[in-house]
């Protein structure tokens, strides 16, 4: 056994010995250069069961025309959509349809393995049920080509059309391919290059990037781990790939306390979802919140005029609107809210006043102009 490798069990003991008793490392960074990479492609689905892109095929005809010709079929003249519609006789691709996939290629994905692929429909289609996929390169953002997709599409969505009415469960136009891509060319990454080894921290957080690279030197000696700035920090790595493998997984099983995140109260505008989280405080404020209700009624009347005496007049009727205008202020409360030291007090002081979510974003935000809210207020 090498020394390298009796010093890997050594520290391995040691870090077994320790109490987990806070996060591990491999929750709390990612390794630079590590990342997954985004694919796209152009395809077409066949098979359909009359559901394809026959309202519109100009495109699509185009698309299958140049795969019948790659092929080796030879197509007449009347396969030019332009010249078969002038001529009366327009592509047929009912059963076809113009679809866009994505992919993503994981970190280190060799030539041979095997990925999902998403599909969508891009034309008039109603639906990719029963549809295959034909061979459709997906190339990433250099233009190159890294995984080849084809197979028969996943779909969940459903649509059911009788005598007019109609019923959709799900997406019709879109499904997946599991497995449907297979990996042609790896892409290079830095990780048996590089001297030095990049650990990007989650969240920017000088005391969280602090800890880690104060953890990995006291495990495995000082000068190995250096912070670069408040969301990286630099390691030292082993020249030998294998040992290199190792000794990140060592670093990511690390257990380190991460630092208090910064105060924040998060309010979904859309849903009424607020959360706050365990950092904030308010300082002492009055709280009055209330509501002004204006109600206006309309009674539409008839008027019907006393017919004259005199000979050769006529009464006409005419109509009346009769509207009434109320305005009703409720009685306005108004709360004092104490100087806070937890979530609890927070929590427990907005209930006290009787507040609905909708008045609890306004307090938030009045709360936060007037500066009683020692918090960041995101509102999404």
Known sequence: M????????????CLVAQAAVADRVKDLT??????????????????????????????????????????????????DYDLAQSRGRPIQVDNVAAVMVTATLPPFAKPGQLVDVNVAALGTATSLRGGSLIMTELRGIDGQTYAIAQGLLTVT????????????????TSGRVPDGATVERQVDTAFDKSDTLIFNVNSNDFSTTSAITKKINEVFGEG????????????????????????????????????????????????GTVVINQQVRISAAAVSHGAVSVNVATLNEISQPVAPFTAGSQAQTAGVSNSAIEVTES?????????????????????????????LIAILEALKSAGSLRAELVVI
């Open 2 to 13: 090498s020394d390298f490798f009796k010093w890997i069990l050594a520290v391995s003991l």
């Open 30 to 79: 990612s390794v630079g250069g590590v990342r997954s990479n985004q694919l796209v492609g152009y395809g077409l689905v066949t098979g359909l069961a009359g559901t394809g892109d026959g309202k519109d095929p100009t495109f699509t005809g185009q698309s299958l025309k140049a795969i019948l010709e790659s092929l080796g079929v030879t197509t007449n003249p009347y396969d």
């Open 157 to 172: 969505g459903i649509t059911e059309e009788q005598n007019g009415t109609s019923v959709q469960i799900g997406i019709p």
């Open 224 to 271: 190995t781990a250096f912070a670069l700035d408040g969301v990286s920090l630099g390691v030292r790595a082993p020249a030998g790939l294998s040992e290199r493998v190792s000794f990140v997984g060592m670093i990511e099983n690390l257990e380190v306390s991460p630092g208090v995140p910064q105060a924040k109260v998060v309010v979904n505008s859309r849903t």
């Open 331 to 359: 009685v306005g409360q108004t709360d004092i809210i104490e100087e806070t030291v937890d979530l609890r007090d927070i929590v427990d002081a907005i209930n006290d006043s009787g507040a609905s979510t909708t008045s």
